[in-house]
């Protein structure tokens, strides 16, 4: 039996989407409409970029809302669904900070806020932060032993932590979070990455494309990880994110493909629409529905889906009504 399936929303909130940062006023009503149509989460990412040239645009630093800002303005616009980041790099903040804002944020929802976490990738993030960048190794062993303060300071009243790299002593962290145990999802794909993800997580997530024969393959190496750490993959939600666009029928599909290649073109301007298709959530509702099943039998329990060519972005063609009306009757019970 295949496990739940939550359906989440990577919700816009930057300048560099090639489409703009909606209004705050707009982007309200947007979270409030998604929720109501029956999408049970909405993830926010943590970017400080200072140069996005290779994909044809430019930004500065801070060039997006912040994400544990943005939250709690979340957690005021709607009501049940769950609120996450995706992913904050662990390296921008100083974990018992985070541990503190990670609580704060829970109590403040009533309990649905999910911590998503990880090691930072794109070093001029981290230049335009005018923070360091450690090698990968270094980079994963913060995360390690970051996951482990933040886990003590969200579940103890006081709690007393070192390691070679963090450490707190008799820290208060209250009032704690709502939940008793705050979820943390982890993102990673090497190979290193997911041991720590098998030895530390939640939940774990990678994105934006994949086709079901790429994700095949990378939870073929988590399940490694997990048994190499004794740890039971099927205790560990298994969260995809990937870039939606449905149309009423193939020519609709077609129109729409045509509009994002308009609205971003420095995107997918050298893109067919069956490669765009082969990596995300993309076609008629027939066809997400059946690729829908084929991830949920890879063990997929939460999809993240970004209506926009670029995560995060978005786009009023790509068909969010569509999946609400014709494809979320079908998994909305099971949503938070």
């Known amino acids: ?43 926010v990412s943590d970017h400080y970029y200072t140069d996005l040239g290779t994909l044809g645009g430019s930004a500065g630093p801070g060039s997006q809302l912040d994400a544990m800002v943005l939250l709690p303005a979340l957690a005021v616009a709607t009501r049940r669904a769950t609120l996450g980041t995706l992913v904050l790099a662990v390296g921008f903040r100083p974990p018992s900070v985070l541990a503190k804002a990670a609580a704060s944020l829970d109590r403040l929802s009533e309990g649905r806020f999910e911590l998503g976490l990880g090691a930072g990738w794109h070093q001029p993030e981290f230049i335009a932060a005018g923070l360091p960048y450690p090698p990968a190794p270094e980079r994963l062993a913060q995360l390690e032993e970051a996951v482990d303060l933040i886990r003590s300071m969200v579940a103890e009243s006081r709690a007393t932590v070192h390691g070679p790299r963090f450490g707190v002593d008799a820290a208060p962290n209250l009032p704690q979070p709502a939940q008793a145990a705050l979820p943390i999802l982890l993102a990673a794909s090497g190979t290193r990455a997911l041991r720590t993800v098998a030895r530390k997580a939640d939940a774990w997530n990678v994105a934006w494309r994949y086709s ?30 990937l870039v939606a666009l449905v149309g009423e029928n193939q020519d609709d599909l077609t129109r729409r493909f045509e509009e994002w290649r308009r609205q971003a073109p420095w995107l997918i301007r050298d893109t067919s629409l069956a490669e765009t298709a082969d990596r995300g959530l993309v076609g008629t509702p027939e066809q997400v529905r059946e690729r829908i099943e084929e991830y949920r039998v890879l063990g997929v329990t939460d999809l993240v889906l970004s209506f926009s060519p670029l995560p995060f972005g978005w786009s009023s063609v790509a068909g969010w009504d569509i999946v609400a009306e014709e494809i979320l009757p079908a998994y909305v019970e099971t949503s938070r």
Do not use: N
Not at 4 to 26: E, K, N, Q, T, Y
């Open 212 to 241: 079901p024969e790429a994700y095949a393959a990378k939870a073929a190496e988590f399940e490694q990880a997990c048994e190499e750490v004794g740890r039971d993959p099927r205790s560990v939600r298994r969260s995809l994110g």
């Open 1 to 43: 039996m295949t496990a739940p399936l939550r359906v989440g929303v990577a919700l816009p909130h930057g300048v560099h989407s090639g489409i703009g940062l909606p209004p705050w006023p707009d982007l309200k009503e947007l979270a409030g409409q998604l929720e109501t149509a029956g999408f049970g989460a909405f993830w």
